[in-house]
């Protein structure tokens, strides 16, 4: 009895017996060897499964969004720009009656029920865009719809244009996506895009990320800056003198181009009409191309100075050859006429010609200088080919083939029928004139900058290339100066500066072939100062009523242009001499 | 005794000093995130005002402006002077070199320069 008693003692306290000890051991046992198993469950059998909701659920994968790359005039003032924005998103799978939610949501956001429909259909079930890049009004109107989870808000970032219409042809416009769709957006599409960055955080319970664990895995870029030869003042004055001249002659349209013949840089572009970049999908997109660059028209008697030109360059006319000038003359059974002067009683030299923009002297000289030749001058002041200006769709002009100049062409092409041009193409060649014999690269953008401020392109950077002899560029330029002062320009003269230029009427080729009656186009290409060239100015007016010559409708705008521009260049009228401390000179107390 | 409990508190001190860095990281983690949701914000906010200015300051605005509201006109060529440039304004004598003060001012501009927050 003894040893029982004392067996009791050491193991179990008094009223528990072994057996229910035993089996409380073996219920801990197995309890313990479910937490094994599941521990097991959860660290092996399930543990990759497990591990990637983990991370899913702690690791954050963030985008971070670059800024699409701004654009400035010439002095730093901002013409394209970023603004965030609130786009509109729908949740399907939060939508109870589609067709209810499409009826109450439509009128705030300008869509058609079944046009929010359709978006919801295009989008995954969690997440469908409505409308994209909205006004606040829109946004406040969508709050106000009280819809809950079904709609909401997200912040988005979208190009603003704060000039609104001012060089829309030239700055063009990017979709909702930042891509650039039109203009230099397009051209640069590249430069200005950002790089979307990537990087991994921890985030917290709420979701917030965990900054402390932050890793970046591809650094965010923004955009490079444009800077252009554009410059915000003179366009203004520009698309302004064009816009009174297309309204004054009831034209069509209008196009002005300005440009340092020096450097090629583009310092304006005005087409009319135009259309604002930022509801760019309100205009017709006839509007959207830069038609300075991507038309063609006959220049008319503005292509005589290349005539002149080739004609002094190859030889075949001397400055003191004289040529009848009867008004009309006939050649391979077609009349050519005059078009801007009556007839002259005398003989003309070439510079006369230029002077009076005879046509019938212009067509001897053409005669003389043959159709290889001619073309040959043609394709080195660079028509028929693109300027390679840094926008897109430019135009190479329409130069036939010598083998299909047939009957008058020759003469006619002498007198600029016959032949597309792009105003571009006209301006770059005529503001060779103006320095020498030496033409210039066209460009709209000077300097590409990346976002810390550090040049990284130049594009105009191209050195100007020789067209023609120094000696025949100076001597066209006095042929110029003579159609200002005392020839078919001289609405063209402006007070304190030399001015040279030449006149341009062309009629308008028909839809069906020949000309078009009663249609003009009346053009003015000048230099300023002639001396000391600072602008190169080509204004062109299409079908203006009314009166049409060149002289009477495009040479005023260009002084206009020429005046305001020159003053705000700060360029002093040629009769203001540096160090003359004695007096006060304006424009209005020079010689003519 | 107190041997055995001055041990113990030495041993559990580094990971109280660990949990008490963590928690101050995690602190200053919040503190960035809030400053950087911040710096979004205004830089949002700048970029609205600048586009704001940039529309105000349109040439085709100001003239609407000075032409309608101020009743102001362009000038008329003859209201317009050029000044010649006095001889005694362009006698300028070469640049003068920075003295000791500009250039300290310079190497500490420059530090700060070279210290600042690097551009995104």
Known sequence: MIPRARRRDSGTPPGVSRGRTTALFCAWIIVLALLVLRMIDLQVVRAGVLQRLAIRQQLGLLKLPGRRGTVVDRMGRPLIMNVEVDSVYAVPRAIGDPDAFAREVSPVVHLTPSEVQARLRRGGPYFAWLVRRQPPSVVGAVAGLRLGDAIGTLPESRRAYPAGSLAASVLGFAGVDDAGLEGLELRYDGALRATEGVEVADRDAVGRELVQTQRILTPVHDGNTLVLTLDEVIQHIAERELGRAVQDARARDGMAIVMDPHTGGILAVATLPSFDSNQYQDAPPALWKNRAIADVYEPGSTFKLFLAAAALSSGVVAPEDRFPDPGQIRINGFTIHDAERPTHTSLLTLAEIVKYSSNVGAAQVATRLGKVRFQQYIWQFGFGSPTGIDLPGEAAGIIRPVTQWLGPSLQNIAFGQGISVTPLQLLVAASALGTHGLAVQPHVVAVIRDAAGHTIDTPGNVSPHRVIEREVADRILGMMREVVRDGTGTKAQLDGYTVAGKTGTAQRPGPRGGYEPGAYVSSFVGIVPAEAPRLAILVVVDRPRGMYFGGDVAAPVFREIARQALWYLRVPPQDVRVGDAGGRVGPGDVRR | ?120
Do not use: C, K, N
């Open chain 2, 1 to 120: 005794m107190t041997a055995v409990l001055t041990i113990a508190a030495l041993a559990v001190l580094p990971f109280l000093a660990y949990v008490a860095a963590v928690s101050t990281a995690a602190h200053i983690g919040y503190h960035i995130l809030q400053l950087t949701q911040d710096v979004t914000v205004l830089e949002t906010e700048h970029e609205r005002l600048q586009a704001i200015a940039s529309s105000l300051r349109a040439p085709d605005r100001i003239e609407r402006l000075a032409t309608t509201r101020l009743g102001l006109q362009a000038p008329r060529a003859d209201q317009i002077a050029a000044l010649p440039i006095a001889p005694t304004a362009l006698r300028h004598g070469p640049p003068r070199a920075p003295g000791f003060w500009e250039r300290l001012g310079e190497y500490f501009h420059r530090s700060e320069a070279a210290a600042a927050e690097p551009p995104r």
